[in-house]
């Protein structure tokens, strides 16, 4: 009996490109409707507070940033976890890791909200909110950061053990959620950025209440979790963050290179500091809308490689990687022409003052040249992680922010925006030459191969 492509043994019995085309569908239809909110939410902030809100609310989006480390960190270390042990019939297994998952994210966040909240303007000021828009990013931030508890429906997990279309459900839904009560609280409330926050964290309220319906009640799966599993396992919990980390440390590398540039926009003297921080505002939005189908193959090729990894089947794992590197290169090239030639169109969408547009435009028509490479850093560095190899997804996620983009910014800055537009797609190119040179090398070495051996051996 053929397995269905919604259920575990899918991932290892299915043809690969079937089963992958299948789970990156899923996965960027659901981040795709998470990128078309945060354009509808900078459309809704930007046309009913205005381009000085929008500029703060893009002030504090590291925290977010930050937030969704931490749930990708936990999400990704447990979907290893939890794939490879479904790929070697091991569902107890399984089990222990989604809950442990479940224990570390709900502290962090606890304690994310505790000390933002205590520390909130240090953090503020950090993250470059002085004047106008300290007023607009305060409330802001407040809410985003009271509702940390709530930012993950722990999606990766869900995908881990096959159910795709419940995954897709647990980011489309409260999406739908979130642009009903942005209009709502922002135009018919009149709450302005509270009421943009107050979407936000209602849309990750229900996509919370799915996740703990799925894992503690649904009962139609390989494994369900109990109060046991809930208990803290030292072993299980380093393995789960030695995994995730880089995930962790790429969206912390995220969140200051934003603050870098955000910190060298307000200084520069070519340009208005509002303007330029409105521009990249714009130009960031835009970017991370056109790269969610390139997160959705990352986030689908995942639970595939891990689950076949599990099962010794490395053939499959060559596979699906291959298909999934040309797939989101192919992709990445193509978008970024059609992005270049519609620049103008696309900025007016979201601002209307001259300067502003001018200066965003410019900026998006650079930055374009970035979505050729763009996907192809944390596409290897999941694959290292799926495998439960952490170390090269560890050179890939720090090692070229600290190497490479981070000094590109510090140097090319020195040319004012012009020089910031520049160093971004520099260094996603520098970064994906790294990435490809650090799979190549562990490939040649057939490291990957005597690890999934080993793994299905002594599972």
Request: hydrophobic share 55%.
């Amino acid at each position: 009996m053929t397995a269905s492509l919604d259920s575990a043994d899918a991932l290892g019995t299915q043809p690969v490109g079937r089963v992958l085309w299948h789970a990156c569908s899923q996965t960027t239809l659901s981040v795709g409707v998470y990128g078309i909110y945060a354009l509808t939410n900078a459309w809704f902030v930007a046309r009913g507070v205005g381009e000085t809100a929008l500029a703060a609310v893009n002030l504090v989006a590291p925290v977010l940033l930050l937030l969704g480390a931490v749930s990708t960190t936990v999400g990704v270390g447990g979907a290893s976890l939890v794939s490879r042990s479904l790929g070697a019939r091991r569902p107890q297994d399984a089990a222990h890791a989604a809950g442990n998952a479940f224990v570390v994210f709900w502290t962090t966040a606890v304690a994310v909200t505790v000390i933002g909240l205590w520390a909130l303007d240090p953090l503020l000021a950090i993250l470059g909110a002085t004047g106008d828009t300290l007023a607009y990013a305060r409330p802001y931030a407040t809410v985003i950061i009271a509702g940390a508890i709530f930012s993950t429906g722990f999606s990766a997990l869900v995908r881990a053990e096959g159910r795709l279309r419940f995954s897709t459900l647990l980011w489309v839904i409260p999406v739908l959620v979130q642009m009903t009560l942005d209009p709502l609280f922002i135009y018919g409330l009149g709450l302005g950025v509270t009421g943009a926050a107050l979407g936000t964290v209602g849309g990750q309220m229900v996509s919370a209440g799915m996740a703990v319906w799925f894992f503690f009640l649904q009962r139609r799966r390989p494994y369900r979790i109990t109060a046991a599993d809930l208990r803290p396992r030292l072993g299980m919990i380093g393995a789960l963050l030695g995994i995730g980390a880089p995930s962790f440390l790429a969206g912390l590398g995220a969140t200051v290179l934003i603050v870098l540039i955000n910190a060298r926009l307000a200084t520069n003297t070519l340009v208005p500091a509002a303007v330029a921080l409105a521009a990249f505002a714009v130009t960031a939005r835009i970017q991370t809308f056109i790269a969610m189908p390139q997160t959705g193959i990352t986030q689908g090729v995942q639970p595939v490689v891990g689950y076949n990894h599990g099962q010794g089947s490395t053939h499959r794992v060559a596979r699906a990687r291959t298909l999934a590197l040309r797939a989101t290169v192919l992709y990445g090239a193509g978008t970024g022409l059609l992005v270049a030639l519609t620049a103008d169109p696309l900025t007016r969408l979201f601002v209307t003052d001259p300067q502003t547009v001018a200066t965003a435009t410019e900026a998006l028509r650079i930055v374009a040249i970035t979505f050729t490479f763009a996907g192809i850093p944390p596409l290897v560095s999941a694959y290292f992680q799926a495998i439960g190899r952490p170390v090269p997804s560890y050179l890939i996620s720090i090692g070229t922010l600290l190497a490479i983009k981070i000094p590109l910014v510090a140097v090319l800055s020195a040319w004012g925006p012009l020089g910031i537009w520049a160093s971004i797609p520099a260094g996603e190119a520098l970064s994906a030459v790294a990435a490809l040179l650090i799979l190549r090398h562990h490939a040649h070495r057939g490291e990957s191969a005597d690890d999934g051996r080993r793994f299905a051996r002594n599972a």
